[in-house]
């Protein structure tokens, strides 16, 4: 057991067996129903304390996985809330824990009294993330099932939602520890070579082992080739509209979201800085950013919301150039469309309505008044983010995940060098490295672990979770 995973076995054994943790799980507003859960060594007597159960069984006395109907009571004996309440006993519980769920009505102050009245009867408010700390810390999920579990509470898009849910039945999680283990074993083999002498071993075994870490490393690649897909999954596809002023770039932002975002006039220049909101399109999210109107202005003002349209351009995954086909295609737009990346941009040819002068231009032809056209902008859209790809059918790594496979995969190619010439020289700095990229690849999914890196992926968890 390394530093790391003594120091978070001790953290975990000290929440264990000395503090119970209590907050609410739902969140807050009002609602039908609202959750107070508890879990540690005393959740089950401070359950049987503050709850009054209507067939007069404590919670306590309840076997696992049971619900009693009853009442919640303040210290004097005064009903705060009634409703229900669920006990799970440890290890087959979400921490691993004792676990209660009292469940009533869910109102701001009702719920705040109950949980007020859990703390007085000896449970400790949870910090975030604290529920699903304790589950990784009890061996009921590991980091990477912790994080498809925050991925899937913020997933914005059907599709985010499912890499998140796959993420948390462990389909990542196998994935990694396939790769730990070929990595241990290739580790373990070189190590067995270095209590012979040289020339006893056979021709074929530093080739054998040579074999088994470049079959590691196609499995590493793949991984790491599913990046991409998870940041625009989690983060959303960059989409960048720009065009000349009274294009139609905020007709157009108004007409995907559904609703009045962006002011639109006749008059030029209108916007002069970015609006970017968020937009789903056929399960992929999507950042909309309108932008200021591109042209030559001695405005400083707009001068500077122009800059940044310009720069939003630069870094977007998507640019969508709006062009007001009413009107002879200016030299501007004509500069501009030369210079655009054809494998990211998206052409719209607006005003048609007003009858379409600009022929010389592929793209797609619409009246973002009437939303004529509107269906087959979509229909271009998603042919160019390629959804197909950006929806993988799989869980995808995270930028951590992507920092430490990058690490694990230098230290093993400086491994993998080493087997190349003086093998047998050379085992015991191969072994070296090999060792360092094991332990990158066991930071990812917990196998060892310290608390700051506890502390960097639970502090982002809500409450009650």
């Given at each position: 057991m390394s530093l790391g995973e003594i120091s978070g076995w001790a953290y975990g054994l000290n929440m264990l067996i000395d503090e119970t943790i209590a907050a609410i799980a739902t969140p807050a507003g009002?609602?039908?129903?609202?959750?107070?859960?508890?879990?540690?060594?005393?959740?089950?007597?401070?359950?049987?304390?503050?709850?009054?159960?209507?067939?007069?069984?404590?919670?306590?006395?309840?076997?696992?996985?049971?619900?009693?109907?009853?009442?919640?009571?303040?210290?004097?004996?005064?009903?705060?809330?009634?409703?229900?309440?669920?006990?799970?006993?440890?290890?087959?519980?979400?921490?691993?824990?004792?676990?209660?769920?009292?469940?009533?009505?869910?109102?701001?102050?009702?719920?705040?009294?109950?949980?007020?009245?859990?703390?007085?009867?000896?449970?400790?408010?949870?910090?975030?993330?604290?529920?699903?700390?304790?589950?990784?810390?009890?061996?009921?999920?590991?980091?990477?099932?912790?994080?498809?579990?925050?991925?899937?509470?913020?997933?914005r898009s059907d599709r985010a939602a499912q890499a998140g849910l796959e993420q948390l039945e462990g389909v990542l999680s196998r994935s990694f520890n396939g790769l730990y283990d070929a990595f241990l074993e290739v580790t373990a083999n070189l190590e067995t070579t270095l209590d012979f002498v040289e020339d006893e071993l056979p021709d074929d075994v530093f080739s054998g082992i040579a074999q088994k870490l470049d079959h590691s490393f196609m499995e590493l690649d793949r991984l790491l080739e599913t990046w991409n897909e998870g940041r625009l999954?989690?983060?959303?596809?960059?989409?960048?509209?720009?065009?000349?002023?009274?294009?139609?770039?905020?007709?157009?932002?108004?007409?995907?979201?559904?609703?009045?975002?962006?002011?639109?006039?006749?008059?030029?220049?209108?916007?002069?800085?970015?609006?970017?909101?968020?937009?789903?399109?056929?399960?992929?999210?999507?950042?909309?950013?309108?932008?200021?109107?591109?042209?030559?202005?001695?405005?400083?003002?707009?001068?500077?919301?122009?800059?940044r349209a310009?720069?939003?351009?630069?870094?977007?995954?998507?640019?969508?150039y709006v062009l007001d086909a009413s009107k002879r295609l200016a030299s501007e737009d004509q500069r501009r469309l030369e210079e655009l990346p054809a494998d990211r941009s998206v052409v719209v040819l607006n005003k048609i309505d007003l009858g379409q002068k600009v022929d010389e231009i592929e793209g797609i032809a619409?009246?973002?008044?009437?939303?004529?056209?509107?269906?087959?902008?979509?229909?271009?859209?998603?042919?160019?983010?390629?959804?197909?790809?950006?929806?993988?059918?799989?869980?995808?790594?995270?930028?951590?995940?992507?920092?430490?496979?990058?690490?694990?995969?230098?230290?093993?190619?400086?491994?993998?060098?080493?087997?190349?010439?003086?093998i047998e020289q050379q085992s015991a700095l191969a072994c070296d490295h090999l060792r360092s990229a094991l332990e990158h690849l066991g930071y990812v999914t917990g196998r060892t672990y310290h608390d700051e890196l506890l502390d960097n992926i639970f502090s982002r968890f809500c409450i009650g979770k």
């Open positions: 009002e609602g039908g129903v609202g959750i107070i859960r508890i879990s540690g060594e005393m959740a089950l007597e401070i359950g049987s304390t503050v709850f009054q159960s209507a067939d007069g069984v404590r919670l306590l006395d309840r076997g696992a996985n049971a619900f009693a109907y009853g009442s919640i009571r303040d210290k004097e004996g005064v009903q705060i809330d009634v409703g229900l309440a669920l006990v799970m006993r440890a290890p087959k519980s979400f921490t691993g824990e004792d676990t209660v769920e009292l469940q009533g009505h869910g109102g701001t102050v009702v719920l705040r009294r109950v949980l007020r009245r859990v703390l007085e009867a000896g449970a400790r408010m949870a910090e975030p993330g604290e529920f699903s700390r304790r589950a990784f810390l009890n061996g009921r999920m590991d980091l990477t099932q912790a994080e498809g579990l925050f991925d899937l509470i913020r997933a999954l989690r983060e959303g596809v960059r989409v960048a509209i720009l065009g000349r002023p009274n294009a139609g770039k905020s007709t157009l932002l108004n007409a995907l979201l559904g609703y009045e975002r962006a002011i639109v006039s006749e008059i030029e220049g209108t916007t002069r800085d970015t609006i970017e909101e968020q937009w789903v399109l056929n399960g992929i999210p999507l950042r909309l950013t309108d932008t200021a109107g591109l042209r030559v202005t001695d405005c400083r003002v707009e001068a500077e919301g122009i800059r310009e720069a939003h351009g630069e870094v977007a995954e998507l640019i969508i619409v009246s973002l008044l009437s939303a004529h056209g509107l269906v087959d902008l979509k229909a271009a859209l998603i042919e160019k983010l390629d959804a197909g790809e950006q929806s993988p059918a799989h869980a995808v790594i995270s930028e951590r995940h992507r920092a430490l496979l990058i690490k694990a995969r230098y230290e093993a190619k400086q491994a993998r060098a080493y087997l190349i010439e003086n």
